[in-house]
C-alpha cells in the first residue's frame, strides 16, 4: 500500500455485552414472578423470597442449556413440535430445579409446574411492559447467535448485507402521520437524523400482496389480475394463498433474476424470490413440513414459548375489548370481528410476527447478503378495525418497536447491514358493498344477466387465508380445501370474485373472454346495471371495435389513444389508470368484465367487494400509495416509481451496491457505489451533505 493510501475500513462486530446490573434486576423480577405464581397455583410452593432466587438463578442454567439443545433436533413439522416441546422443558425444569433444591421449592406434578412457568411468565412480561422493556435483547442476541453458529461459519466481511422489512398494507400517508404522532418512534428517529429518506411508489391496478410481491421479488406480475382469478380453459379458479397456486405462479415468472437469488433468505412472504432458504413463504410450504433448521433461533430461547402463549392470550383480549368498544360506541364502518378471527389475529401480530423477526436476527448472525422478510400484523387488524383504529395503530407500533431491535442488533453480526423498509401495498377504508347495499356484487350481477347462476367466491382476509394455510402445512394439518373450491366453474354461468374493492366478472360459458359487444348481446342489462351503480366507478371491457375501454355512468375512456367521450370515468384517480387499465386488459386471465368501486377523495371511503372494512386490491385512496423508507446512503430513485417491477430493478440496484466486495460501508452510512451495470440508468446517487427528505 503506498504511503499516502487511505486504509480500507474493516468491520468489526461487537459482542453482546452482560450487563451485572441489569441481569441482577432481571433475576430478581423473574424471583418474584416465581414467587407470586406459585402462590397462585395449587400444588406449588417456594419458601420465601431466598427460595424464589435460588429456584431463579437455577432455571436460568437450565434455561441456557435445555431449550438450545431441544431446538438443535431435526423435528419434523418444526413449528408445532418444537413448540410444544419446549413448552413441555419450561415445565420440566421447574420439576428439576425441585429435584435440585427440594427445601426451595415444591412442585405436585407437571400440570403444577406448567401452570407456575405460565404465570410466571405472563408476571414477566406485564412487568416488563410497565416497565419499558419488551425483552432481554442482549440475552435473545446471544442465543440467536450460538444457533446461527451451528448452522455453518458466519459470512463475514466489510460489504454490507441488506434488510428488506416489508410493512404488509401500510400506506405512506397513514405513516406519516403515525411518524408526526409518535407511533413509530423508531422511523421518526431515522428521519429526523436523516439516516433515513422516504419516498412513494405507486402500485399496478392489482393492489395486493400477490401481484406487488410478484414484482418485487421476481420482477415479474405480469398476469396476476388480481387475488384470485379464474383459468377459464381450465375451470379452476387460482388464489394468491394457496401453496400450491404459489408455487405455480412463482415457477412462472422466475427467470434467475429474484430479489433474493444468490443467498438470500425469504421471511413470511406469499413468494420466495429465488431465496436459498425461506420461513412461513407460501410457495415454499413443501418445506415446511420437513426438518427446518430456521425455527431453531425462535425456539432455542426457552422463554418465547410460554411468553408467546401468554401474548396470544392478551392479543386475543385486546381484540375481544376493541370489538366490544365499537360496538357500544356504534364505530362504523365495522366489520365482522367474531369466529376464528380473534385467534388468526393474534397467531399474525404474536407467534408469527417473533417468529420472523427471530429468522431476520438469525440471517444477520449468519451473515446472509439479503433478506426479505414480511410483517402483516398492521396489515391483518386493519381489515377488521379499520384503517388508523387504536388497536391498528398499536399493532404498527409494535413492529417499530421490533425493526428497533433489528437495528440494535447490527453491531453484533459478522458483516454491516443496511435496513429499508417498505410496504406492498396501502389501503383505504370504508363500509363494504354489500354493508352498503344489503345485497353482494354477485347478486347484482346474477339479477341482471338475462338468465343462468352466478357463483360467487369471497375469502375474504388475504393474510388469514395465506397464513391459516401456511401454518396448517407447516404443521402436518392440511384439510386439502382451496378458496373457490366449493364452487364448480364450468357449473355457473358466471362467476363474481371480489378483489377488494376491484371485482371480476367471469362469463363461463366460453372458454375465451367475451367482447363488450358479446356481452351486451347475451346479457343486455349486465353492463348498464353495473354503470349505474352509485358505488361503482368504471368497468374495464375490451370493445371489438374500440380495443380496452373504460366505462362509466356518464361517459367511456378509449384507452390506447385516451379518447373520452362525455365524462372521464377516470376522473379521480390516478394520472397513471389509464396505463394501468391498459396492462391489465392484456393479460390472458383477465376477466370479461373487471370492476372497480368508487372512491370519496372527500370523505376518503371506497367499498370492498368482500367483507373488509379497509381493503386493498383495486384503485381508489392510500390503497395504491405505498413507500419506500431507505437508508440516506444507497441510491435514489430518478424520477417516480410506477408499478412493482419498477421497485424490483431499485432494490436490485440497491442490494448491488450493498454487497459489492469494492465498497466497504458502515450502516446506514455514506454513499456507496453498484455493481450492478444497469443501476446507473435507474438510480442517482444521494448527495451526502443533502438534508432534504422526501415525503
Known amino acids: 500500500m503506498a504511503p499516502d493510501a487511505t486504509p480500507v475500513p474493516v468491520w468489526s462486530p461487537e459482542r453482546p455485552r452482560l450487563r451485572p446490573l441489569r441481569l441482577a434486576g432481571a433475576w430478581l423480577a423473574s424471583a418474584l414472578a416465581l414467587l407470586l405464581s406459585a402462590g397462585l397455583v395449587p400444588g406449588a410452593e417456594?419458601?420465601?423470597?431466598?427460595?424464589?432466587?435460588?429456584?431463579?438463578?437455577?432455571?436460568?442454567?437450565?434455561?441456557?442449556?435445555l431449550p438450545p439443545l431441544i431446538a438443535a433436533l431435526r423435528l419434523p413439522f418444526t413449528v408445532a413440535v418444537g413448540f410444544l416441546l419446549v413448552l413441555a422443558v419450561d415445565a420440566a425444569m421447574l420439576l428439576l430445579a425441585a429435584e435440585i433444591a427440594p427445601n426451595e421449592l415444591h412442585v405436585d406434578g407437571f400440570g403444577s409446574a406448567l401452570a407456575v412457568a405460565l404465570i410466571a411468565s405472563a408476571v414477566s412480561t406485564a412487568v416488563g411492559a410497565v416497565a419499558g422493556i419488551d425483552d432481554d435483547t442482549a440475552y435473545t442476541l446471544r442465543v440467536a447467535r450460538r444457533v446461527a453458529r451451528r448452522a455453518g461459519e458466519p459470512i463475514a466481511g466489510d460489504a454490507s448485507g441488506i434488510l428488506f422489512l416489508e410493512i404488509d398494507g401500510l400506506a405512506l400517508p397513514v405513516l406519516r402521520r403515525a411518524i408526526r404522532d409518535g407511533t413509530t418512534p423508531n422511523m421518526a428517529r431515522w428521519?429526523?437524523?436523516?439516516?433515513?429518506r422516504l419516498v412513494e411508489w405507486e402500485t399496478d391496478l392489482s393492489s395486493q400482496t400477490g401481484a406487488s410481491q410478484a414484482g418485487i421479488l421476481l420482477g415479474d406480475n405480469d398476469d396476476i389480475p388480481a387475488f384470485r382469478w379464474v383459468d377459464k380453459p381450465s375451470g379452476a379458479i387460482v388464489t394468491c394463498s394457496s401453496p400450491d397456486d404459489c408455487r405455480a405462479i412463482e415457477r412462472l415468472h422466475a427467470s434467475g433474476d429474484g430479489l433474493l437469488v444468490g443467498g438470500g433468505t425469504s421471511r413470511g412472504n406469499l413468494l420466495s424470490g429465488e431465496a436459498d432458504a425461506a420461513i412461513l413463504t407460501v410457495s415454499r410450504m413443501a418445506d415446511e413440513k420437513r426438518a427446518n433448521p430456521g425455527y431453531r433461533a425462535f425456539l432455542a430461547n426457552g422463554s418465547n414459548v410460554t411468553r408467546t402463549l401468554v401474548l396470544v392470550a392478551w392479543e386475543i383480549s385486546l381484540e375481544l375489548v376493541a370489538a366490544a368498544r365499537q360496538r357500544r360506541r356504534d364505530v362504523r364502518p365495522r366489520g365482522h370481528r367474531g369466529g376464528v378471527y380473534p385467534l388468526l389475529r393474534a397467531g399474525m401480530c404474536v407467534f408469527v410476527r417473533d417468529l420472523i423477526v427471530f429468522s431476520v436476527l438469525q440471517d444477520m448472525f449468519r451473515g446472509v447478503p439479503a433478506v426479505y422478510a414480511t410483517f402483516a400484523s398492521y396489515d391483518e387488524v386493519a381489515h377488521h378495525s379499520g384503517l388508523e383504529r387504536p388497536d391498528t395503530l398499536e399493532a404498527l407500533r409494535k413492529l417499530d418497536q421490533r425493526f428497533g431491535m433489528i437495528e440494535r442488533a447490527r453491531r453484533y453480526a459478522p458483516r454491516p447491514y443496511e435496513i429499508v423498509v417498505l410496504s406492498d401495498h396501502g389501503q383505504t377504508q370504508g363500509a363494504t358493498f354489500r354493508q352498503r347495499n344489503g345485497y353482494g356484487l354477485d347478486d347484482l350481477v346474477e339479477r341482471s344477466l338475462s338468465a343462468g347462476r352466478v357463483g360467487g367466491v369471497d375469502a375474504g382476509d388475504e393474510n388469514a387465508t395465506g397464513v391459516q394455510r401456511a401454518l396448517d402445512e407447516a404443521t402436518g394439518r392440511k384439510d386439502g380445501t382451496q378458496d373457490g373450491e366449493s364452487v364448480d366453474v364450468r357449473e355457473r354461468d358466471a362467476v363474481v370474485l371480489g378483489s377488494g374493492n376491484l371485482g371480476l366478472v367471469y362469463l363461463t360459458r366460453d372458454a375465451h373472454r367475451l367482447t363488450l359487444e358479446e356481452i351486451r348481446e347475451r346479457h343486455p342489462a349486465l353492463v348498464p346495471a353495473l354503470c349505474a351503480h352509485p358505488h361503482i366507478a368504471f368497468l374495464l371491457a375490451r370493445s371489438a371495435a374500440d380495443g380496452a375501454v373504460a366505462l362509466g355512468p356518464g361517459g367511456t375512456h378509449r384507452l390506447a389513444d385516451g379518447v373520452v367521450s362525455g365524462t372521464d370515468p377516470l376522473a379521480g384517480f390516478s394520472p397513471n389508470a389509464a396505463r394501468h387499465l391498459l396492462r391489465a386488459d392484456g393479460f390472458?386471465?383477465?376477466?370479461?368484465?373487471?370492476?372497480?368501486?368508487?372512491?370519496?377523495?372527500?370523505?376518503?371511503?371506497?367499498?370492498?367487494?368482500?367483507?373488509?372494512?379497509?381493503?386493498?386490491?383495486?384503485?381508489?385512496?392510500?390503497?395504491?400509495?405505498?413507500?419506500?423508507?431507505?437508508?440516506?446512503?444507497l441510491p435514489a430513485p430518478v424520477g417516480p416509481l410506477v408499478g412493482a417491477e419498477s421497485v424490483h430493478r431499485l432494490l436490485r440496484a440497491w442490494r448491488a451496491a450493498c454487497n459489492a466486495p469494492s465498497s466497504p460501508r458502515s450502516p446506514s452510512g455514506g454513499a456507496g457505489t453498484t455493481a450492478d451495470p444497469d443501476a446507473h440508468a435507474l438510480v442517482r446517487v444521494s448527495s451526502a451533505g443533502n438534508t432534504r427528505r422526501d415525503g
Open 46 to 65: 417456594i419458601r420465601g423470597l431466598d427460595g424464589a432466587v435460588v429456584v431463579a438463578a437455577i432455571v436460568a442454567a437450565l434455561n441456557a442449556v
Open 191 to 196: 428521519l429526523a437524523e436523516d439516516t433515513h
Open 588 to 633: 390472458p386471465h383477465v376477466a370479461d368484465l373487471v370492476v372497480n368501486s368508487f372512491y370519496d377523495p372527500v370523505t376518503e371511503e371506497g367499498c370492498a367487494f368482500e367483507e373488509l372494512i379497509s381493503f386493498h386490491g383495486g384503485m381508489g385512496g392510500p390503497q395504491t400509495r405505498p413507500f419506500l423508507l431507505y437508508p440516506t446512503g
